[in-house]
């Protein structure tokens, strides 16, 4: 039982300096010479026909960001669907950690558009995490953290 109780604490230890290092510098979640695209395209497989989406009628989350993106739509390869593109038309700076942790980051926002999108299209709403349990629950430092990551998760995604 002890094992149990020690491997759970040194994984959710392991995921949270991960989390952090992730936050604070993004550049150490990339593989060795892994950088920002430099098209800038951000791209999503959508499990649905290429003909399904029509770039002037895009989901709410992508049409919200209306003229500030280019959007294009394409086979996935091997026929695995969808791919849904997007990238800004003004390419911002990267964001540094404050303005990501502030949720001032123009392609996080984008990141978190697409991902809302996918989810639109291949389910037909917006899947929302809800970490609160039944009651109240007393504030910790802890739990005011994953409140926190829980709001900025949708815009991490892979980088």
């Known amino acids: 039982m002890s094992e149990t109780v020690t491997s759970r604490?040194?994984?959710a230890g392991g995921s949270l300096v991960r989390h952090l290092r992730t936050t604070l510098d993004p550049s150490s979640s990339q593989p060795a010479g892994g950088r920002r695209p430099s098209s800038g395209w951000l791209a999503v497989t959508v499990l649905c026909e290429p003909s399904d989406l029509?770039?002037?009628a895009l989901?709410?989350?992508?049409?919200?960001l209306a003229d500030r993106v280019e959007v294009r739509v394409r086979?996935?390869?091997g026929d695995k669907g969808t791919e849904l593109c997007?990238?800004?038309?003004?390419?911002?700076?990267p964001a540094s950690a404050a303005q990501r942790l502030s949720g001032d980051d123009e392609e996080g926002e984008l990141r978190s558009a697409l991902r809302r999108a996918k989810q639109l299209i291949e389910v037909g709403e917006v899947l929302r995490v809800d970490p609160t349990p039944h009651g109240k629950r007393t504030p910790t430092p802890t739990g005011a953290l994953l409140e926190s990551?829980?709001?900025a998760a949708p815009e991490g995604g892979v980088r």
């Open 59 to 64: 989901p709410a989350p992508l049409a919200e």
């Open 54 to 56: 029509d770039e002037a």
């Open 75 to 77: 086979p996935a390869a």
């Open 9 to 11: 604490a040194v994984r």
């Open 86 to 93: 997007a990238r800004l038309r003004d390419r911002p700076r």
């Open 149 to 151: 990551w829980t709001k």
